[in-house]
């Protein structure tokens, strides 16, 4: 299966990557055979359906080792592969877009092979725009951009100086982009290249994964990939407090029995689920299971906008009544409308239209519901909680650096817990992988993981389903403790890290000092690999770095220097800011420099400048202004290697 794969380009892939998406509509990351089915059936297949059955029954007898008639991508990667023909290509794209009302855009690329598309959702460019309106509309230094036509093409264009891209991360992560940064007035084509530099690597640092965009790509407003950037951007923002640290009154949504451990390993997509389940029940309305299929009839959403809707309760607060008149209205069109109009009550009619209630785009209903949590929680702390509160502090500086590091590279799936998500080791795998680190995938223990003790007599079904749960808890654990053995195998023998006391069960467990030990090694090699290549394979050190950051420092008549990146000048960012300079002149603007009598404030606001016009002369960096002030030796390596990495590669 997996050398199927790899004779596939990375664009076709994408291209079955999204495909694969639009047919799992619930976003459960398998599809089933009569989808399949159905979807070739539409294509027009120069296939008989037996043939078809034939095809999907020999890929279920062979990968699909529950039996369970569910399909997952890399058995769907290997299904197209049976059918790579140009005409079936073809009429299996032609038949997605028509599927899903997308628009299709001929490949522009030089690379790009002939016939090649790329598609974009018209409801999604919609969307976006009317959350972008709305979100800067009293920003000043949009006043020439704003509002864009949600029924053209204004988006593409208007994004491509740069300028909302940065607004638009700072709006989702607020002071991601320091504002002195940004190129506002007289632009010219290599103004506006720094911003989208500066966009693009500052989405990188808060964890969008921009592999494959180029500020080019922006400025030229190629449609599939300015959606994509903005979606990552838009969904930073509206997950940003569905996270118990940020949000204790999530607690609230406990199952019976459960332990707070187990809440904390949600997703933000599964505390969405969760919450909108919490608030049905309430209602006495049945649960859902999706923002695709289960909402469509808009039903579930009427109850839940009654549930959260304001009651009056608080002196502040002024009752917000949900009118349930269309409720029974036969069609659903209407029905979604009239749901809309109550939403609007709320001031939460973003993100989805009638059509997309109608038609369950799962991406769509999944903002509109993170939009109403975000607006109207309507949930309350336990008084008398008797939950261990300090399992509730949020992830270190340090931790969520290395998770939008990590989740920047594009590793699958999205890490929102750094430790849960890592138990198993297969991120750490990936990074291997992308750090050069050779891993055997066949030793390599993937999920769905087999059932241990599935050879059981039958029982009631209650006391099967118990046990059937123990016995995949068991055998999940069991696996993952082997997958983590081999990771720390490789650490230490393939890529020569220093992992001294660190057995599997650390990571397994998620022991902190442990677990970010090895990520830092990690995330070591990446740069210093990035330099190798710039070196051509020379091997790089911090003596080597510091040499060269000194050397370019004195040669452009510079009074800074660093002995280490413990050097304790690092904290007024002087050393950085000079550098920069130093690699592209001009850069820099000297009035925005604090140079003497330096206050903390004076120093925090020079590291959030040197971070900002780093990342917008082409560096792409992670670490954060904190880290520059408090002088974190290993962040500061990776500033300046990033630094010496844009400035070998300007010489070349």
């Keep these: 299966m997996e050398n199927n794969i790899t004779t596939i380009s990375r664009e076709e892939l994408d291209e079955l990557r999204e495909a694969f998406g639009k047919i799992d509509i619930d976003n459960s990351g398998y599809v089933s055979d009569y989808e399949l089915q159905d979807l070739f059936k539409e294509a027009s297949l120069p296939l008989p359906g037996y043939k078809v059955r034939e095809i999907v029954e020999k890929i279920i007898a062979v990968t699909d080792s529950n039996k369970d008639g569910r399909i997952n991508f890399e058995e769907f990667v290997s299904i197209i592969q049976e059918l790579k023909s140009k005409d079936v290509s073809k009429s299996f794209r032609k038949s997605i877009n ?50 864009m036509n949600p029924s053209d093409a204004s988006l593409f264009k208007s994004l491509a100086d740069g300028i909302l891209l940065c607004k638009m991360i700072n709006f989702s992560q607020p002071d991601t982009i320091d504002e002195r940064a940004i190129n506002k007035k007289k632009l010219t084509p290599f103004t506006i290249s720094e911003n989208l530099n500066l966009a693009l690597n500052s989405a990188s640092a808060i964890g969008c994964t921009v592999v494959n965009i180029g500020s080019q790509d922006l400025q030229e407003g190629k449609p599939h990939l300015v959606l994509g950037l903005l979606w990552q951007i838009i969904k930073v923002g509206l997950f940003a407090d569905i996270e118990l640290s940020r949000n204790e009154a999530l607690i609230a949504l406990l199952n019976e029995g459960e332990e707070l451990d187990q809440l904390m390993k949600l997703s933000p997509e599964e505390l969405l689920l969760r ?29 839940l906008l009654n549930q959260i809707a304001p009651k009056g309760d608080n002196l502040d ?38 059509a997309d209630v109608v038609a369950g785009n799962p991406k769509l209903n999944l903002a509109f519901v993170a939009n109403l949590f975000n607006t109207y929680p309507a949930l309350h702390k336990p008084d008398n909680s008797s939950y261990d509160l300090n399992l509730l502090e949020g992830e270190s500086k340090e931790e969520r650096t290395f998770r939008n590091w990590m989740n920047s590279l594009g590793v699958s799936p999205y890490v929102n817990h750094l430790y849960s998500d890592l138990s198993d080791a297969l991120i750490i795998f990936q990074l291997y992988d992308m750090t050069r680190v050779p891993v055997n995938w066949n030793h390599v223990n993937k999920p769905p993981y087999p059932l241990l003790g599935g050879n059981m007599k039958k029982s009631s079904f209650t006391v099967l389903y118990a046990a059937k749960k123990t016995c995949a808890r068991l055998a999940e654990s069991k696996l993952s403790i082997e997958n983590c053995n081999y990771a720390v195998e490789l650490g230490k023998t393939k890529a020569k890290f220093s992992l001294v006391g660190i057995a599997g069960h650390d990571l397994n467990e998620g022991n902190p000092t442990l677990t970010l030990a090895l ?32 050397q370019t420092l004195a040669k452009a008549n510079k009074k800074t220097s660093i002995t280490s990146f413990k050097d304790r000048s690092i904290s007024t960012s002087l050393p950085v800011l000079d550098l920069i300079d130093a690699i592209a002149p001009k850069a820099v603007r000297p009035e925005m420099v604090k140079r003497e009598d330096l206050s903390d404030q004076d120093k925090l606001n020079n ?43 300007k010489i070349k």
């Design 519 to 550: 990520l830092w090694q990690l995330m070591r090699r990446y740069t210093l690999n990035v330099l190798s290549d710039l070196g051509e394979g020379e091997k790089v050190n911090d003596e080597i770095i510091i040499k060269w950051v000194n």
């Design 607 to 649: 590291a959030k400048y040197a971070i900002s016009v780093a990342r917008k002369i082409g560096a792409r960096i992670y670490a954060l202004p904190d880290d520059l002030v408090e002088v974190k030796p290993k962040m500061v390596m990776t500033v300046f290697a990033c630094l010496m990495g844009r400035g070998l590669n």
């Design 98 to 147: 028509k599927k899903q009302g997308i628009t299709a855009i001929g490949g522009t690329s030089a690379i790009s092979s002939e016939g090649t598309q790329h598609s974009y959702s018209e409801e999604e460019k919609v969307a976006f725009v009317n959350w972008i309106n709305k979100a800067l509309q009293d920003d000043p230094d949009c006043k020439h951009l704003l509002p």
């Design 275 to 303: 919450w909108v389940n919490y608030h049905l029940t309430n209602a006495g309305w049945q649960k859902i299971s999706n923002f695709s299929q289960d909402i469509k009839d808009s039903r579930a959403y009427y109850h």
């Design 317 to 354: 607060e002024l009752p917000i009544q949900i009118d349930f008149s269309g409720f029974n209205d036969k069609n659903d069109l209407r029905r979604a409308e009239y749901m809309l109009q109550q939403a609007d009550k709320l001031g939460c009619r973003q993100f989805v239209t009638p």
